[in-house]
């Protein structure tokens, strides 16, 4: 790939031309003031494997018809998602194993439940079962060459209140570009003459078309102008398409798209701020800057005190941004960043003002640290409290009343909500913004003028119902949170109520208080640490890992066959085994399987750390003591009631719960001399030597394999176990590089809300959009 930045026209054209010839990828990167100009060509016929990368789209199938073509009916449960021409693989269907052996399918979407597919007249009849995923099918894209391109473009619009802009900008930049050919230099900031020329060689490129003259002459003026945060946006989409362009994932831009934050620029008097006095260069590292905005502009962003919200990726970009626009860089401006965390390993990737001596260290203080270097005038000073109603000593008033603005940073939604209110409490402007992958958003939040962040809020997540955890998982995301869920019941919650037993003369009083059958839960947990499970010696962590194996992957699933067995029908008619209920079967334990023995090694380290007691790495140690371990015989009882749905466990709860107050709690034992060590809250997935991604990745994959749902290897189950926000630096800078062109209206004080944008992109798509903010109530 070769990337070419801010090169004149004439480099380009030799450059595309060889590229093309020589099957290189090209893309030519061009930002002058507001303006943006991005160009792709990934050669003749470009191969994009992942157009989109979400994850494919998959369904339970509840009936396939026969016929031509066939309609397949998915669960209820949820919508499928499919588009028409969409193509498809079936798994684990019955009856029509047909379906099975087939390659991928088109298919058609009929309704939101339903599709079809080809002609299934011949195959079998469908009885039960079946999965329907996604395929994402290769896809072929043609590019011209840039000589090609640039006589007959193709264009991606990134704002559709300006359609027309592109092109105007086409013709513009071409005038530039003669412009600069003829005199060896740009124009001159804010010289008339100048830009009356370049409008002249433009509308010789027009050859005839409409010219927007203001426009191009808009584009002369900024011409010498070099704007951080839009380096920062249009860097961030030109990196992604190097991405795309190696790589073959995600749809890249087809093939030029232009830019232009012309909003920025004074909504009142332009003619008379902006004067080519006022924008001459000074032999400042703000020249760029000052070529657009004028050197008034620049005194004011000096002056300014921001309050940044978080040190992470987004905080990076913000205090890279802030660094070099020279907010807070004079003798009364300030920035204040906070941030509780710690640097880890993981987050130099995309978090770029750390670096690999910087693990371990504070994040607010090495992020001012590497902010100053870059600009050694900035006033940043850091601080590691948390924002939250137990800081408000910390940010007071006098705190928040001294400040111009706030700058969010952060990866959750509750201390969104708070800072968003503390701003529309203190009256401040909130730049807020957010990435998930290859999207991202802005918000900008301006006093009497928007609505603010809290106004409007997205749906909760939808949780996974506790009877589908506890007894019937279909996915491997449900068989990761019940290990997850294991982990916190077997080695945290556990540990604390013993310490809490032992420390705290009121805990029964206090806990038989507590709702349904939480007393008789936490009592019975507390018994067994302290009497019944209590280890002496290492052998007894092993043979308790070995014993909890046992009940997990074969006792509980026999029991659970025993209440409901594989051919049982409902009142109904239908399979009780059918729709989104997995039939499970129970696992023989093997101490020579490596996923045993995995489970074992790490739920016996785990238990051994509690109470303190010296664990073992040696597997076939391990292994030995296992085949001396006694398992005793179970035998499924009658009279166990499994509750098959949240509703029915709940009011089983509620009614046992009643009925607690009557009984006497179970006997805990003599208190122990000596506390029991719980596991921290919320595993630590980035160490690899604690047990606790094995114990995860073990866990769920021996009850995936309980109910045949395809494993999970440890780099999948660390994501979704953690649950974490996938997040790449280009995406970071292209959105932060767009919440500090609503930084530079906010300096200004415009206070037209059509002046601000509120901004959404995709750069998997790609798309770019924008929106007016709404009017505050």
């Given at each position: 790939v070769v990337v070419l930045t801010n090169s004149p026209l004439e480099e380009q054209l030799w450059v595309g031309d060889f590229c093309h010839s020589h099957g290189i990828k090209l893309v030519v990167a061009d930002t002058r003031g507001l303006f943006g100009q991005l160009f792709c060509d990934f050669g003749d016929d470009m191969v994009v494997t992942d157009p989109n990368g979400e994850q494919p789209l998959s369904a339970m199938v509840s009936m396939v018809t026969k016929g031509c073509p066939g309609e397949v009916t998915c669960l209820d449960e949820a919508r499928?998602?499919?588009?028409?021409?969409?193509?498809?693989?079936?798994?684990?269907?019955?009856?029509?194993?047909?379906?099975?052996?087939?390659?991928?399918?088109?298919?058609?979407?009929?309704?939101?439940?339903?599709?079809?597919?080809?002609?299934?007249?011949?195959?079998?009849?469908?009885?039960?079962?079946?999965?329907?995923?996604?395929?994402?099918?290769?896809?072929?894209?043609?590019?011209?060459?840039?000589?090609?391109a640039l006589a007959e473009p193709e264009m991606m619009v990134t704002d559709f209140g300006k359609v027309e802009r592109p092109s105007m900008m086409h013709w513009g930049w071409q005038g530039l570009h003669r412009f600069m050919r003829q005199h060896g230099r740009p124009p001159r900031p804010r010289h008339q003459g100048d830009a009356a020329e370049v409008v002249a060689l433009a509308r010789e490129v027009a050859a005839g078309a409409e010219l927007d003259e203001e426009l191009v002459r808009e584009l002369a003026f900024q011409a010498t102008g070099d704007l951080a945060p839009v380096n920062a946006f249009i860097g961030g989409l030109a990196a992604q398409e190097v991405m795309k362009a190696v790589s073959g994932k995600f749809t890249p831009i087809t093939q030029w798209l232009y830019f232009d934050a012309l909003e920025c620029l004074p909504e009142e008097n332009r003619d008379s701020l902006l004067t080519e006095e006022q924008c001459r260069p000074r032999n400042s590292r703000y020249d760029g800057q000052i070529a657009v905005f004028g050197a008034e502009l620049q005194a004011k962003l000096g002056a300014q005190k921001y309050f940044v919200v978080g040190a992470g990726a987004i905080g990076c970009e913000l205090l890279k941004n802030f660094a070099m626009v020279g907010l807070g860089c004079g003798p009364e401006g300030s920035i204040t960043v906070t941030d509780m965390d710690t640097i880890e390993k993981s987050n130099l990737n995309r978090q770029?003002?750390?670096?690999?001596?910087?693990?371990?260290?504070?994040?607010?203080?090495?992020?001012?640290?590497?902010?100053?270097?870059?600009?050694?005038?900035?006033?940043?000073?850091?601080?590691?409290?948390?924002?939250?109603?137990?800081?408000?000593?910390?940010?007071?008033?006098?705190?928040?009343?001294?400040?111009?603005g706030v700058a969010n940073a952060l990866d959750n939604v509750d201390a969104r909500l708070y800072m968003d209110r503390r701003c529309v409490y203190y009256r401040k402007p909130l730049l807020e913004s957010g990435t998930l992958g290859t999207?991202?958003?802005?918000?900008?939040?301006?006093?009497?003028?928007?609505?603010?962040?809290?106004?409007?809020?997205?749906?909760?997540?939808?949780?996974?119902?506790?009877?589908?955890?506890?007894?019937?998982?279909?996915?491997?995301?449900?068989?990761?949170?019940?290990?997850?869920?294991?982990?916190?019941?077997?080695?945290?919650?556990?540990?604390?109520?013993?310490?809490?037993?032992?420390?705290?003369?009121?805990?029964?009083?206090?806990?038989?208080?507590?709702?349904?059958?939480?007393?008789?839960?936490?009592?019975?947990?507390?018994?067994?640490?302290?009497?019944?499970?209590?280890?002496?010696?290492?052998?007894?962590?092993?043979?308790?890992?070995?014993?909890?194996?046992?009940?997990?992957?074969?006792?509980?699933?026999?029991?659970?066959?025993?209440?409901?067995?594989?051919?049982?029908?409902?009142?109904?008619?239908?399979?009780?085994?059918?729709?989104?209920?997995?039939?499970?079967?129970?696992?023989?334990?093997?101490?020579?399987?490596?996923?045993?023995?995995?489970?074992?090694?790490?739920?016996?380290?785990?238990?051994?750390?509690?109470?303190?007691?010296?664990?073992?790495?040696?597997?076939?140690?391990?292994?030995?003591?296992?085949?001396?371990?006694?398992?005793?015989?179970?035998?499924?009882?009658?009279?166990?009631?499994?509750?098959?749905?949240?509703?029915?466990?709940?009011?089983?709860?509620?009614?046992?719960?009643?009925?607690?107050?009557?009984?006497?709690?179970?006997?805990?034992?003599?208190?122990?001399?000596?506390?029991?060590?719980?596991?921290?809250?919320?595993?630590?997935?980035?160490?690899?030597?604690?047990?606790?991604?094995?114990?995860?990745v073990a866990a769920s994959n021996l009850r995936a394999e309980n109910y045949d749902i395809p494993p999970a290897d440890r780099h999948k189950s660390k994501l979704i176990a953690g649950k974490i926000i996938p997040a790449i630096a280009t995406t970071t800078a292209a959105v932060v590089g767009l919440a500090c062109l609503e930084l530079y209206k906010l300096v200004q004080g415009h206070r037209r809300l059509s002046s601000y944008k509120n901004a959404f992109l995709n750069l998997a798509l790609p798309f770019v959009g924008f929106s007016e903010p709404l009017a505050c109530p």
């Open positions: 499928h998602g499919f588009e028409t021409g969409d193509f498809v693989t079936f798994t684990e269907v019955e009856g029509m194993e047909e379906l099975n052996r087939c390659g991928p399918v088109e298919i058609r979407v009929l309704g939101p439940y339903t599709f079809s597919i080809g002609d299934t007249s011949g195959f079998g009849d469908y009885v039960r079962g079946g999965i329907v995923t996604q395929v994402k099918m290769p896809k072929h894209i043609h590019f011209k060459r840039f000589r090609d770029f003002l750390f670096r690999p001596w910087d693990v371990t260290k504070l994040k607010s203080e090495r992020a001012a640290a590497a902010a100053r270097e870059m600009n050694p005038a900035l006033r940043v000073s850091s601080r590691t409290d948390r924002v939250g109603p137990d800081t408000e000593r910390v940010y007071d008033d006098d705190f928040f009343e001294g400040l111009d999207k991202g958003n802005v918000q900008v939040v301006i006093p009497f003028l928007s609505e603010s962040y809290s106004s409007s809020q997205d749906p909760p997540e939808k949780a996974i119902p506790i009877c589908t955890l506890k007894n019937f998982p279909n996915a491997i995301e449900h068989t990761l949170q019940w290990a997850r869920d294991e982990f916190e019941g077997l080695f945290k919650q556990p540990a604390e109520n013993v310490n809490q037993y032992l420390m705290d003369p009121k805990f029964l009083e206090r806990t038989l208080r507590l709702a349904g059958t939480q007393p008789l839960e936490v009592l019975e947990a507390v018994q067994r640490s302290l009497v019944t499970d209590r280890p002496r010696a290492w052998p007894d962590c092993v043979a308790w890992a070995c014993r909890h194996w046992h009940r997990q992957y074969n006792n509980n699933i026999r029991q659970l066959l025993h209440n409901f067995p594989p051919e049982q029908r409902t009142n109904s008619g239908t399979l009780f085994w059918s729709g989104p209920k997995r039939c499970p079967h129970p696992l023989i334990f093997d101490p020579d399987n490596p996923l045993h023995l995995d489970y074992v090694m790490a739920a016996a380290n785990l238990f051994a750390q509690s109470y303190g007691i010296a664990g073992s790495r040696d597997r076939a140690a391990v292994a030995e003591l296992l085949r001396h371990v006694h398992v005793p015989p179970f035998t499924p009882r009658a009279g166990v009631r499994i509750h098959v749905s949240d509703q029915e466990l709940q009011s089983a709860n509620t009614a046992l719960g009643e009925g607690l107050g009557a009984g006497s709690p179970p006997p805990l034992g003599a208190p122990q001399p000596r506390v029991l060590t719980p596991c921290p809250p919320g595993y630590r997935q980035d160490d690899d030597t604690n047990f606790h991604m094995d114990f995860i």
